[in-house]
């Protein structure tokens, strides 16, 4: 397992703690693999995701240190999403 992921897993476990975010969510980081979220628990692996969001590492990084705007990186390109938008707005509320 890589440490970029270990390390992205942590970030977004400590965003989303109490947040109360309820689903189920991908993400796909390019070149490193996939972290699944599951009612606000994350943990690196896959899963069937209401949503699934792919981004290069960097950016997800950004994302969950909360440097990067998800909604820019989204309208930008540097974010893709497949699926449900609503479960994605909701994660990003859990998120901010």
Request: charged share 15%; no cysteine.
């Amino acid at each position: 397992m890589s440490e970029i992921l270990n390390h992205a897993v942590t970030e977004l476990n400590r965003r989303l703690s109490g947040k109360g975010y309820q689903g189920t969510a991908m993400f796909v980081l390019t070149g490193e693999g996939s972290i699944f979220v599951d009612s606000g628990e994350a943990r690196v692996g896959e899963g069937p995701a209401e949503v699934t969001l792919t981004a290069s590492p960097d950016t997800f990084l950004g994302i969950v240190s909360g440097s990067v705007n998800p909604t820019s990186a989204f309208m930008s390109g540097k974010l893709a999403l497949d699926g449900d938008m609503g479960a994605a707005m909701r994660l990003a509320s859990a998120l901010g």
